[in-house]
């Protein structure tokens, strides 16, 4: 076994399954005591050649045998190793289950090692949740961890982590000062592929800072090492730095000398193609070479669009986008300032839709023409009778495009940061229950005068409007902004919203029509409590009979208590329904949407599995007129505010339903009932989701009721699919 292991080290992989032939032989008994070791060299050994599925089985198989011995060493070793494997596979909550379980027995055991990597791979995980704050105090414990271990390799591994991402949180001194401390780390234990590492990261750190002679100190020093490795991605990384440096000092022709040489010798690297080539178009930019920039900005999109991940990867395809963010707000950037600002609009929604396409299969498959010149953004607003408002937000301005039947019209709103502290300003004083129409929120007020105003004359009043948002606006219910005149009010008074992510998925959105299907209800909630972090919702049992009220017995299916298992939605065959409802607690993840999960009872014989995820709820077609996810956050899950809880819509849109209400923050177990039992009274007299879902939000804002307050109405937001 320690053989295998040693070749897995060494690359390996055939000589080590030689080995644990051997060993199998020698352990081919059930009584061997050392079989839960085998099984988990077994799955290490799997990791290495990919097979991540035999990898899962192996530790399950070791973690059984780890318990069924009481063998606490090999519990944590299997836990740790389904927490790799969870993290592989992007399933990070179960990453973080798994070793927050490992992490607790190893501290019971004082198995020091297994928790410091354990604690380091949590940071991980919430690096790729997006939860960089987190993943910064995981890090900085495993650091903590490996210098009382005099674990010198780990300690350069998590400082240099810690330093990724506090550069992705702004802090660029900060970073610089992390990443200087791994440098020496490093060069303590001649590590020279990390020195190279942090001395690129550590050039690219102080360009970014404006500090061009240390950038240039750093990038030396980084070439030298890499060169002494034959590091040949560190070395084109440099090159392209130095590129980067002359064209911010104004020598454009060196600049497209380097970046032409580095896309020359980027074969191996296909993610280096679409940077390089978006640099290239931006140097002829300056240049004012108006054919070659438009030719490399599109050879930039081309490659990036080459790279998206097969449509059946749905995990890794939904974030994708943001890979290719900067490639697409740079063309757009250039075509706004040549006056062409729809062609804009048709770029920046073809990205957006690819992204829906591939990753949600949604639309129709869209030709691989960067403005379909056939679709148009009247048409589309005439379809729908209606009002279309899409923006982007950059770093130096953002944009918005409003379209109507007969128009469409551009303009320029202030950077995303400017608006991002509105919205988060604004989110703190609804979650605090502040009544921001009787106080005139001046937050509430600035962001409708940012981001509607400009195209109010647009939108008459009693307007259906379909909003595309970006960024740090998918935080934000449009309803609740302020509108100043004649006295403050909110939108939602004026307009009926839904939410939507490309013109092209509205372009496939039909007008509203009755979902044709045998039955009408699926209700599935007030689950027994998985654990301590999911406390029992003391009003679900009231909202599942008010909703389950509207529906005669003979065509409604209700789920509930320990029925309420997730394997029990897709053996309810939910295509046959026309409503599907879920009061239960939910879980968001914000960088992995199908992550995100409406949390259910405990399956018997399985206490792992009470999660239904959006992953899995895609590969059950449905024709729901309506889902609602009534779900009520666990405690200390508000963050994920936003993108989180879309990933639950997404993946009902992708299932088929026409609309989705979602919710953006934890919904209150007390309101809700009553704005449930009004929308589903409203539904029934034959309105559509959208009018039926803000009538009932009048009729709570209307009356005197604390339920007034946005706090209570506004998590729930409407979006429009197929």
């Keep these: 076994?320690?053989?295998?292991?040693?070749?897995?080290?060494?690359?390996?992989?055939?000589?080590?399954?030689?080995?644990?032939?051997?060993?199998?032989?020698?352990?081919?008994?059930?009584?061997?005591?050392?079989?839960?070791?085998?099984?988990?060299?077994?799955?290490?050994?799997?990791?290495?050649?990919?097979?991540?599925?035999?990898?899962?089985?192996?530790?399950?198989?070791?973690?059984?045998?780890?318990?069924?011995?009481?063998?606490?060493?090999?519990?944590?070793?299997?836990?740790?190793?389904?927490?790799?494997?969870?993290?592989?596979?992007?399933?990070?909550?179960?990453?973080?289950?798994?070793?927050?379980?490992?992490?607790?027995?190893?501290?019971?055991?004082?198995?020091?090692?297994?928790?410091?990597?354990?604690?380091?791979?949590?940071?991980?995980?919430?690096?790729?949740?997006?939860?960089?704050?987190?993943?910064?105090?995981?890090?900085?414990?495993?650091?903590?961890?490996?210098?009382?271990?005099?674990?010198?390799?780990?300690?350069?591994?998590?400082?240099?982590?810690?330093?990724?991402?506090?550069?992705?949180?702004?802090?660029?001194?900060?970073?610089?000062?992390?990443?200087?401390?791994?440098?020496?780390?490093?060069?303590?234990?001649?590590?020279?592929?990390?020195?190279?590492?942090?001395?690129?990261?550590?050039?690219?750190?102080?360009?970014?800072?404006?500090?061009?002679?240390?950038?240039?100190?750093?990038?030396?020093?980084?070439?030298?090492?890499?060169?002494?490795?034959?590091?040949?991605?560190?070395?084109?990384?440099?090159?392209?730095?130095?590129?980067?440096?002359?064209?911010?000092?104004?020598?454009?022709?060196?600049?497209?000398?380097?970046?032409?040489?580095?896309?020359?010798?980027?074969?191996?690297?296909?993610?280096?193609?679409?940077?390089?080539?978006?640099?290239?178009?931006?140097?002829?930019?300056?240049?004012?070479?108006?054919?070659?920039?438009?030719?490399?900005?599109?050879?930039?999109?081309?490659?990036?669009?080459?790279?998206?991940?097969?449509?059946?990867?749905?995990?890794?395809?939904?974030?994708?986008?943001?890979?290719?963010?900067?490639?697409?707000?740079?063309?757009?950037?250039?075509?706004?300032?040549r006056g062409k600002t729809e062609d804009a609009l048709r770029l920046l929604d073809f990205g957006r839709a690819r992204t829906l396409e591939m990753g949600l299969g949604v639309t129709a498959k869209l030709p691989h023409s960067l403005f379909e010149q056939g679709l148009d953004p009247k048409a589309v607003a005439r379809k729908l009778h209606g009002v279309i408002l899409s923006w982007w937000l950059g770093d130096d301005e953002s944009w918005l495009w409003a379209v109507s039947g007969s128009?469409?019209?551009?303009?320029?709103?202030?950077?995303?940061?400017?608006?991002?502290?509105?919205?988060?300003?604004?989110?703190?004083?609804?979650?605090?229950?502040?009544?921001?129409?009787?106080?005139?929120d001046r937050n509430g007020l600035a962001l409708y005068n940012m981001l509607i105003a400009p195209a109010a004359a647009m939108i008459p009043k009693g307007s259906k409007v379909f909003i595309i948002s970006d960024g740090s606006l998918d935080e934000l219910n449009f309803e609740t902004l302020l509108v100043p005149r004649p006295v403050p009010h909110f939108w939602i008074e004026d307009v009926t919203l839904t939410s939507a992510d490309s013109l092209r998925m509205l372009n496939a959105f039909a007008t509203h029509r009755a979902a044709k299907t045998p039955k009408d209800l699926l209700l599935i909630g007030n689950p027994v409590s998985p654990g301590a972090e999911y406390e029992n919702l003391p009003n679900a049992a009231t909202e599942l009979q008010d909703v389950e009220d509207h529906f005669p017995a003979a065509k409604r299916l209700v789920l509930t208590g320990r029925q309420a298992v997730p394997a029990a939605y897709a053996a309810s065959d939910p295509a046959e329904f026309s409503y599907i409802h879920f009061v239960a607690h939910g879980m968001a993840s914000r960088l992995s949407p199908l992550d995100s999960a409406v949390v259910l009872s405990r399956t018997p014989g399985d206490p792992d599995n009470f999660k239904l995820y959006a992953r899995n709820i895609i590969r059950h077609p449905i024709h729901a007129d309506l889902v609602t996810i009534s779900a009520c956050y666990g405690s200390g899950s508000r963050e994920y505010a936003g993108e989180g809880l879309i990933g639950l819509s997404w993946a009902f849109l992708r299932a088929g339903s026409h609309y989705v209400i979602g919710t953006l923050w934890e919904a209150n177990d007390a309101s809700t009932p009553q704005l449930m039992d009004r929308l589903y009274s409203a539904l029934a007299q034959g309105q559509a989701p959208d009018s039926a879902l803000r009538d009932a939000k009048l009729s709570v804002i209307h009356s005197r009721s604390i339920y007034r307050k946005p706090l209570y109405w506004a998590t729930f937001q409407l979006y429009g699919g197929v």
């Design 1 to 337: 076994m320690l053989q295998a292991w040693a070749y897995v080290s060494q690359g390996s992989i055939s000589q080590a399954e030689q080995e644990l032939q051997r060993a199998r032989i020698l352990c081919s008994d059930d009584r061997c005591p050392l079989r839960g070791e085998l099984l988990g060299i077994s799955g290490i050994v799997s990791i290495n050649r990919g097979d991540l599925s035999d990898a899962e089985l192996k530790f399950q198989q070791s973690l059984a045998v780890a318990r069924h011995q009481q063998d606490k060493y090999l519990e944590v070793r299997a836990l740790s190793n389904l927490g790799v494997v969870a993290l592989r596979e992007e399933h990070f909550d179960e990453a973080l289950d798994r070793m927050n379980e490992s992490s607790d027995i190893a501290r019971s055991i004082r198995a020091r090692l297994h928790l410091e990597r354990n604690l380091g791979n949590i940071g991980w995980a919430y690096h790729e949740m997006g939860d960089y704050e987190r993943a910064l105090a995981s890090y900085e414990q495993a650091r903590e961890q490996a210098e009382k271990l005099g674990a010198v390799q780990d300690q350069v591994k998590w400082t240099a982590a810690a330093g990724h991402d506090t550069w992705y949180l702004g802090n660029l001194k900060d970073a610089i000062g992390l990443h200087q401390k791994a440098l020496v780390l490093a060069e303590a234990i001649h590590d020279a592929p990390d020195i190279a590492a942090i001395q690129v990261n550590l050039a690219y750190l102080a360009f970014q800072s404006g500090e061009t002679d240390a950038a240039r100190s750093y990038a030396a020093a980084a070439l030298n090492t890499a060169q002494s490795i034959h590091d040949q991605r560190a070395m084109l990384d440099l090159q392209t730095l130095q590129g980067a440096i002359a064209d911010k000092t104004g020598d454009h022709s060196a600049a497209l000398k380097a970046f032409l040489q580095v896309h020359a010798s980027s074969t191996p690297y296909p993610d280096l193609h679409w940077d390089l080539e978006d640099r290239i178009a931006g140097v002829y930019a300056e240049q004012n070479q108006a054919a070659a920039t438009d030719t490399w900005y599109k050879k930039a999109i081309g490659s990036f669009e080459a790279q998206r991940p097969p449509v059946a990867s749905e995990e890794s395809s939904l974030p994708f986008f943001a890979n290719g963010d900067k490639i697409y707000s740079d063309y757009a950037g250039w075509l706004i300032r």
């Design 407 to 440: 128009q469409v019209r551009f303009y320029r709103l202030p950077p995303k940061a400017e608006i991002a502290a509105r919205i988060r300003a604004y989110g703190d004083a609804i979650l605090s229950s502040s009544d921001v129409v009787a106080t005139g």
